[in-house]
């Protein structure tokens, strides 16, 4: 974890409580979690833990029933919905594990679109998507539609949308879900290296492989957070060395 004064996204007992037919479902219940710019946290659990609640709040997707939230110093937790809207669009860049891209778009255009909702010119527009798309390795198919793209390349494109806004953080909810091993091996290895390059990101995945690739682990049971660990020193480096020994191969299968 890096050593900052203060932190990029903090939670203070945090609680969110859905009401249907007279019931309380208690989502998350007084959580509380800090995340520093440069993080990388993985959020684990088991089904109904609470962790989509928790990235919901995390990605301004919804607010705390009770407790407080700050994004970048500034308390969040009681925006409406148009302002939540407006901070997400400019401070949050998300990757689903469904890909979420549009049918009838170029990689161009999907990955161009949360940016016309900012007021940018065109030229920064097209700037801001092609750094992305050669990021991720993926400049050559802007033209391409995601009918035309295979798993993985479809999910290295929902990062690139992710990414080109320049958010100050980075969810992934379950990435590697819908991708077989080797395409999956590529997304994490993908993530590690923006995450090499700064990015902080927050991912939540039920795959214990692939929450090793992360800095910290948070672990959730029945809506509380139980654990926050940071990995060693030791293991941290050897992850790293995997990483590196394998890379080259995983791109190359991949692409």
Known sequence: MNAHTQPL????????????????????????????????????????????????????????TRGRHHLKG?????????????????EIGFVFQSFNLIGDLTVFDNVELPLTYRG????????HVQEALEKVAMAHRMRHFPAQLSGGE??????????AGRP???LADEPTGNLDSKNAEAVMELLRELH?????????TH????????????????????????????????????????KMEVYGEAN
């Not at 214990?208 to 959730?220: C, G, I, K, S, W």
């Open 154 to 163: 479809q999910q290295r494109v929902a990062v690139a949308r992710a990414l």
């Open 120 to 127: 940018m010119s065109k030229a920064e527009r097209k700037r």
């Open 9 to 64: 996204v903090k939670l203070e007992a945090v609680t969110k409580i859905f009401y249907a037919e007279q019931v309380e479902t208690h989502a998350l219940s007084e959580a509380s979690l800090e995340i520093l710019s440069g993080d990388y946290v993985t959020v684990e659990g088991p089904s109904g833990s609470g962790k989509s609640t928790l990235l919901s709040i995390l990605g301004l997707l919804d607010s705390p």
């Open 74 to 90: 500034k308390p969040v937790e009681s925006l409406d919905a148009d302002a939540r809207a407006r901070i997400r669009n400019r």
């Open 207 to 246: 795959d214990p492989r692939y929450a090793q690739y992360a800095e910290r682990t948070v672990h959730l049971l029945d809506g509380r957070i139980v654990d926050g660990s940071a990995k060693s020193p030791a293991a941290a480096s050897h992850l790293t060395t995997q990483s590196l020994n394998r």
């Open 196 to 204: 090499r390059e700064g990015a902080t990101i927050v991912m939540v």
């Open 168 to 170: 100050a953080v980075l």
